[in-house]
């Protein structure tokens, strides 16, 4: 009688966790789920060549920038110098010739798989009222840049910004023409030796020098190890991951990072906890293509998830000019993905009405080419904007707080649910 009482109870509690964590009973054994990553990994162990806009005939309407050496930074900015000088001294002024990055001067191109920027580009004369400040910041940005390739230091966006306030007024305004410095130049913006403050945090199963110290990622806590902003001094990366997790949120990366998910299914967890910073997107560069490893991201389930995605795969328009130093090919959705929702049985309580503004920028992703090109991504972005329903990673809480890297990602892997 006892042995019956206690059988029912054992199916109870079975039913009780498989209603609570749905989906539990369909996982199949770890090893099988390594098998699988193996798999993605072999597929993946050939990088090719980045192609470059002379690859696809279109280096003569297009521009882009190159990872110049200080020496060589320094010399276009004093070759740069000699032209403004000779121009005043022979009564004309002076005046840049900066690239427009409006976005009508974008253009994204499906062989390269990103966006790039074409070559319309418009004058700043100091001898023009309305144009007579931006040309000013302008020479001091180029002026601060060669004290900094002297000396050779870095320094950061903000530091920049107080050597000069009451002229930049502001450091969006400082930030925007430091960029059209790197065009102007023809050089990436780390080669100008300016960086942003860190944002981006790393975990797992990585080794690497950071400025000549080894750092090992599986010793670095559940907080991670901060990114380094001068990524030119990063070297000698080595690791055994099979993949790499790229995570939207501070929140989940920390939740996977506590539950140690990287040596239960070998891997390097990576966020930039939001917006992707310049920092993060070139280190996930570097880790993809020196260690030939599939990047598998995990957004929020709304327009700005994917933007956030698009930008690590494809570029952003503000910095379309280095979108082939900052992107990062091949990056498979893995969630969460609108499709999702249901499939997972998210409670109604856990999803949110998209806004207006959601609904627009649903609608306005589904106008951009680089969503065209995958229709499994038209697919998902077309029901969000259907169901005018969206959530975020954190929903899957509801189920128990390690969900996540206990059944969800686990179930993703083992059946290959990326796109």
């Not at 070759?79 to 994204?108: D, H, M």
């Not at 940005?141 to 107080?162: E, G, W």
């Not at 998210?346 to 999803?351: A, G, S, T, V, Y």
Request: charged share 25%; aromatic share 6%; hydrophobic share 35%.
């Amino acid at each position: 009688m006892a042995d019956k009482k206690k059988r029912r109870r054992a199916a109870h509690d079975s039913d009780s966790d498989s209603e609570s964590r749905p989906f539990q009973s369909k996982l199949k054994p770890d090893s099988v789920i390594l098998q699988t990553l193996k798999a993605l990994k072999s597929s993946c162990s050939t990088t090719s060549k980045t192609l470059s806009l002379s690859d696809v005939g279109l280096s003569s309407t297009c521009r882009e920038v190159a990872d110049l050496p200080i020496d060589e930074v320094q010399s276009e900015i004093e070759s740069l110098a000699f032209t403004i000088a000779k121009s005043i001294l022979s009564g004309e002024g002076f005046s840049f010739s900066v690239p427009s990055r409006s976005a009508a001067n974008q253009l994204y191109v499906s062989e390269l798989d990103r966006i790039v920027l074409k070559d319309k580009s418009s004058a700043r004369n100091f001898g023009n009222v309305s144009t007579v400040r931006k040309a000013t910041i302008t020479l001091r940005i180029l002026q601060l840049v060669h004290q900094l390739c002297t000396s050779n230091i870095h320094v950061t966006k903000r530091d920049l910004f107080y050597t000069d306030v009451k002229l930049f007024q502001d450091q969006t305004q400082s930030d925007a023409v430091l960029d059209d410095v790197s065009c102007i130049v023809g050089c990436t913006r780390s080669s100008l030796n300016v960086v942003a403050a860190e944002k981006g945090v790393v975990v797992g199963r990585l080794i690497f020098s950071d400025n000549g110290d080894m750092i090992d990622c599986t010793k670095m806590g559940m907080g991670g190890k901060a990114i380094p902003p001068n990524i030119d001094r990063v070297g000698d990366m080595q690791s055994d991951a099979l993949y790499i997790l790229l995570v939207e949120k501070d929140a989940a990366f920390m939740r996977l990072s506590e539950d140690r998910f990287y040596n239960r299914f070998p891997c390097i967890i990576v966020t930039a906890k939001g917006q992707p910073d310049v920092a993060t997107r070139l280190f996930l560069r570097k880790m993809k293509m020196e260690l030939n490893l599939p990047v598998l991201a995990l957004v929020d389930s709304d327009p700005y998830g994917l933007k956030i995605l698009s930008v690590y795969g494809c570029g952003s328009k503000n910095m379309s000019y280095d979108s082939a130093n900052l992107t990062t090919p091949d990056i498979k959705w893995l969630g969460i993905r609108p499709s999702d929702l249901d499939k997972y049985k998210i409670p109604e309580q856990c999803r949110l009405p998209m806004t207006e503004q959601d609904i627009k920028t649903g609608k306005d992703l589904l106008e951009e080419d680089f969503v065209k090109k995958n229709p499994a991504w038209v697919e998902e972005l077309n029901l969000m904007v259907k169901t005018k329903q969206k959530a975020e990673i954190q929903a899957l809480s509801s189920f128990g707080f390690q969900y996540l890297s206990e059944v969800y990602l686990p179930l993703k892997l083992q059946e290959q649910d990326w796109l």
